[in-house]
């Protein structure tokens, strides 16, 4: 067992959440429904969004299962659950009625006509309004958005924090025994197998509404993730064999890639016919072998390129949750306001991303230097974020 931090993983997060930027900058120009759409939408970049959306979230549940292992190392099972409801849920009810509202505001505007103005549109959004509807698609309000994912890391902390209280000793044992099992073929063939067992039993039942309390399908798949990083963490001979596999992991991942946008290319006519429905099952199986070799992949070429503190590390690391907070946001904002401007795609494209980051990182340097604001924003105190910086450029290691 190894208690040293995977510095590699920070720098994993730190990527993941800023593909974020990328892809929700992209669902304005794909065809898939989202809060605001561009004019100029269309598949174009479908197969791209492909590349990552099987997996980044997973990813993102697994390192926090990691991180939540190495937590428990240092604090009592009662203190790491208050402390991660202190940070996650503050930001979740502030991000609920300060930050995600505009979302749902300019969603309305589009997709329904609302013809109020904001202040008439928080009224209705404060006493839960349902009346924002489409046919039977109706907007729920209060929302909160792309912030399920807090919401979700928070019940999974919770759930995982009474298991591990109640596992006691013994969780270290299980977590040796799974690190033996996960040796050669089965480190690639076993998570696979769970994740294909949860498609085939819940994927059909349980459409995923990001709704917390009927999205079993992807409580399944992102639990299973969670649960894994944390029994992971401390297994370093498992994070050894995920990069030695690398390259391996790279091939399954490209090659599943294309056969699921080839698959999912086929016209809708020709997609229903016996042919092709019996093939579904195969492709269903590959889907889950392209939600897990990208997440090999992404751990072995990180452990073996960016197992390394710095200050940069560290600024990110603190920096990544307030630009997780606002940069949708800011997204639906920008892209809605820049309508009339009537900018070609490539460019406005551009231009939000480089605008979304320039005003998410000026946000969080006005953030962090404010005491009252730093909870809002799921930062620590200036007094434990500066105590906690110091063992980390202690334990930085020599290159």
């Not at 401390?234 to 090659?255: C, D, H, I, P, Y």
């Not at 889907?287 to 560290?314: E, M």
Request: some cysteine.
């Amino acid at each position: 067992m190894n208690n040293n931090r995977l510095y590699f993983l920070d720098w994993i997060r730190i990527f993941a959440f800023f593909v974020l930027i990328f892809y929700h900058t992209g669902m304005y120009y794909v065809t898939w429904d989202w809060h605001v759409k561009s004019p100029d939408a269309s598949h174009a970049i479908e197969p791209l969004m492909i590349l990552s959306s099987p997996w980044r979230l997973g990813l993102l549940f697994m390192i926090s299962g990691v991180a939540t292992a190495f937590m428990l190392k240092k604090i009592r099972v009662g203190a790491l659950l208050r402390q991660r409801s202190w940070r996650l849920l503050v930001p979740l009810i502030f991000g609920m009625f300060v930050i995600v509202p505009p979302q749902a505001y300019f969603e309305v505007v589009e997709k329904v006509a609302y013809q109020g103005g904001y202040g008439d549109f928080m009224r209705l959004y404060l006493a839960r309004y349902h009346g924002f509807c489409r046919g039977d698609d109706c907007l729920i309000m209060p929302t909160w958005n792309h912030l399920w994912f807090v919401a979700y890391l928070w019940v999974y902390t919770m759930i995982g924090g009474l298991i591990v209280w109640l596992l006691g000793a013994r969780f270290t044992a299980v977590s040796d025994t799974l690190g033996r099992l996960l040796s050669g073929w089965r480190i690639v063939v076993l998570p696979v197998a769970v994740l294909a067992l949860a498609r085939f039993t819940l994927a059909d039942r349980f459409e995923a509404t990001h709704a917390l309390v009927d999205d079993w399908y992807n409580h399944a798949q992102y639990f299973f993730l969670f649960a894994l990083g944390a029994l992971l963490a401390m297994q370093n001979q498992v994070w050894a064999k995920v990069e030695a596999l690398r390259f391996t992991s790279l091939g399954l991942w490209l090659a599943s890639w294309a056969l699921i946008v080839c698959y999912w290319s086929i016209p809708e006519a020709m997609a229903n016919t016996p042919e092709v429905q019996q093939w579904k099952p195969l492709f269903r199986t590959i889907y889950c072998i392209c939600q897990w070799a990208p997440i090999l992949t992404v751990c072995g070429f990180g452990r073996r390129h960016l197992n390394f503190d710095s200050a940069k590390r560290r600024y990110l690391t603190e920096a990544v949750f307030p630009v997780y907070i606002l940069h949708q946001t800011l997204i639906v904002c920008m892209a809605h306001w820049m309508k009339p401007i009537k900018l070609a795609p490539g460019i406005e494209g551009v231009f939000l991303i480089v605008l979304t980051f320039a005003i998410s990182f000026g946000v969080f340097e006005v953030v962090r230097r404010i005491g009252v604001l730093r909870p809002l924003f799921g930062l620590t105190s200036q007094k434990s974020a500066y105590a906690a910086q110091a063992p980390a450029a202690a334990a930085m290691p020599a290159r």
